[in-house]
């Protein structure tokens, strides 16, 4: 069954420094998403890419964070520099819904990186 | 605004006892998509189910079973006769569509422990 990849599956920093995610989308998926959720939260979005595009990337905090997707295939989503908030799961979705057509499209999630920032 | 609301914080229960968890949502949208998902120690989220705003059928699956009432903005969901395996984080989401994005909106999620 297909899946959605991500590593590192836990990652644990100093405050400063710089961390890098990587998630693989289900294959053929055009739509990928990149979820923070906080512990005793649900996840929110911070960027969704449609292939290389983004199209919604309002809460992504842009002054420390940054995602790219440049092929429309796998993205990576980078902190620099991490700070004490910023501890939580990042999770990746992918789905098949074509954003022009319009959503509601299941997503489809990987196992998330828990990073902790000390 | 979009929201979605799950009162339900933790909810335990004893093996074989029926659970309902509940989601109250906000939009002002006529066209929306609810789901579910289940996020099990693991902390993959899974897929449960999908909903539109036009179809008012209660759904069942096996154990599961679904209940969307769009008079009071509730999609419940139940669980009949747990099981231990059961024991998870349980979202109640919100797309509203078509938009340019199709983000999901989550609840602050419902804990549920079955006990053997």
């Known amino acids: 069954e297909a899946e959605v990849a991500q590593s590192p599956r836990y990652k644990i920093t100093e405050k400063s420094q710089a961390v890098a995610f990587w998630c693989d989308p289900i294959s053929g998926h055009a739509t990928l998403y990149w979820y923070r959720q906080i512990l005793g939260q649900g996840p929110e979005l911070l960027v969704q890419?449609?292939?290389?595009?983004?199209?919604?990337d309002s809460q992504l905090p842009k002054d420390r964070f940054s995602a790219e997707r440049l092929k429309g295939v796998d993205s990576t989503l980078k902190i620099q520099p991490a700070e004490l908030g910023d501890s939580a799961m990042y999770l990746c979705?992918?789905?098949?819904?074509?954003?022009?057509?319009?959503?509601?499209?299941?997503?489809?999630f990987g196992p998330g990186t828990r990073l902790t920032v000390l | 605004a979009q929201k979605v609301t799950q009162a339900q914080t933790e909810i335990s229960v004893v093996e074989k006892e029926d659970v309902t968890l509940d989601c109250v949502y906000e939009t002002r949208d006529t066209t929306y998509y609810l789901f579910w998902y289940k996020q099990p120690p693991s902390g993959e989220l899974v897929f449960l189910i999908r909903r539109n705003s036009f179809d008012e059928q209660n759904e069942i699956s096996g154990r599961y079973s679904w209940n969307f009432q769009k008079s009071t903005s509730s999609f419940n969901f139940t669980i009949t006769a747990s099981q231990v395996v059961d024991s998870a984080v349980y979202f109640c989401a919100l797309s509203e569509a078509p938009r340019v994005t199709d983000k999901l909106i989550f609840g602050t999620g419902t804990r549920l422990q079955v006990f053997p």
């Open positions: 979705a992918s789905s098949l819904a074509v954003v022009v057509a319009g959503g509601g499209g299941e997503q489809f």
């Open positions: 890419f449609q292939d290389e595009s983004v199209v919604d």
